[in-house]
């Protein structure tokens, strides 16, 4: 097992003057991923799915439990070795980039610490991967289109070469043409091999045709996790009874 | 850059500041006579020819003096907000990168230095030091940082949230990195607004120490100062308390249009 989750729970806490507010995001959440594998996980606002997208990725801390990279804990590992395994593409295209910087710069944190030379040649092929140009590498991010920002995310998360991507809502935004685009890009990531992307989203439709397998959630709890037709032919929970038919009308 | 032709008050301001700042600079080659040469036969003369804005009560030219005392003011200004700046960003950067303790506890020592009367403050330590130019803009600087500092961290603790800084940080970029290009260049508009501001204020506060006798010392002049010489002969020299009024109020006023035409230029909002 590439990716091992299990009992994870996580309280966020908010201090007031006298008291404390607590919300437990996610309550006893295990699964397991393999290399390679796709997934979308499905939920509501407030199920937990973008929490658990965000401790995956290292970036919020977690309560109880453990999370496991190829058989070792997650905490055990150091940032830069992490950032080889796990990246993350956010579902605000138009805050991803820092506006203060071109496009290069960017690009080159992604590629520090690498040890080939030919960071052009790299840079140029990953950029060609998404469907872009290398001639963007000296724009401002306020030159983009919202689709187009989100794929030089994506090109510069992949310049990394995580072992898993997760993407959080990245299509929220986007219009039809983008949101088929960057399903295409995900597409031929999967055709590539050995990367696996963890997509969380509120719409059922753009997750079935994304991968095999869906997990959902409600309330900080995986309530199924199974393959996506099995999904669809639920006749039991309501909740993912609803879901589904969200998707027909 | 096109824009502030079109902020005629900006624009105004522009012009009347680099006019002040020539003028400092060139200040033995525009200053038609020695500034602290007296004259006693020439005393509280009104403008004319011979004295453009008329004499003092030691028959030096006025003219000559304020463009010497442009220096002081224009250099107090500059000099005292750097500090502030410096200080500010610093405690305000800190502040809302690390929050928690370290929060805490600088965010409750600014509030110490909120409390205090500024100008009281400042007082209290001219008296303790010499009273000299230096020490004025030391002391207005170390003073005046506490609301910077404030605005700094709220800005730090709203950006260091943001996707970029999040997605830099799951690149491993180093922490100068992260702090210096990814979150300090998206903070600095509110910071420009406020230095521009702040420097109207502290030519405003070295005038008003100087008025009161604890600014810069004679010979050397500074509006602040003219402006305090003025007052014992107000009834009969109005013209000594008059152009340097003019002018601090000038100067101050161009200082709060750049800032306010910064807001505008920084804020897409409006």
Known sequence: MFLEVANLTKTYITKEFFSEKKFLALDDVSFSLNEGEFLSVIGSSGSGKTTLGRILANILDFDKGSVKYFGKEMREYGTSELSGIVQMIFQNPYASLNPKLKIRSSFMEGLAGAKNSDTEGIIEKTLKSVGLEKSILDNYPHQFSGGQRQRIAVARILLKKPKLIIADEPFASLDIYSQNQMLDIFSGIKKYGGVSVMLITHDIAAAARFAPRMIIMDSGRIIKDDTTDNVFNEKKNEYIMELVSSMEI | ?270
Request: glycine share 8%; net charge positive.
């Open chain 2, 1 to 270: 850059m096109k824009r502030i032709f079109k902020n005629k008050a900006a624009l105004a301001g522009a012009v009347f500041i680099a006019l002040v700042i020539f003028a400092a600079a060139l200040a033995p080659l525009i200053a038609p006579q020695d500034p602290s040469s007296q004259e006693l036969t020439q005393r509280l003369r009104p403008p004319s020819a011979a004295h453009l804005l008329g004499t003092d009560d030691l028959g030096r030219d006025v003219f000559s003096r304020m463009i010497y005392g442009a220096r002081v003011s224009i250099s107090v200004g500059f000099f005292a907000v750097l500090i502030t700046v410096v200080i500010g960003c610093f405690i305000g950067m800190l502040s809302g990168y690390f929050g928690g303790v370290t929060d805490s506890v600088l965010m409750r020592f600014t509030d110490i230095m909120l409390c205090f009367p500024t100008f009281f403050l400042i007082l209290i330590v001219i008296a303790f030091f010499e009273p000299n130019i230096y020490n004025v803009m030391i002391v207005i600087g170390l003073t005046s940082w506490t609301g910077l500092a404030r605005i700094v961290r709220a800005e730090v603790l709203s950006v260091r949230e943001r996707e970029f800084v999040l997605a830099s940080k799951m690149l491993a970029v180093g922490k100068p990195r992260l702090f210096f290009v990814h979150i300090l260049p998206n903070v600095i508009s509110p910071i420009i607004v406020y230095a521009a501001i702040g420097i109207g204020g502290a030519i405003l506060t070295e005038s008003g120490l100087s008025f009161l006798g604890l600014g810069v010392q004679p010979p050397m002049s500074s509006w602040g100062q003219i402006l305090m010489q003025g007052k014992d002969y107000i009834y009969i020299a109005w013209w000594l308390s008059l152009f340097p009024g003019i002018a601090i109020l000038l100067t101050v006023l161009s200082f709060n249009m750049i800032g306010e035409f910064l807001r505008d230029v920084f804020d897409p909002k409006t």
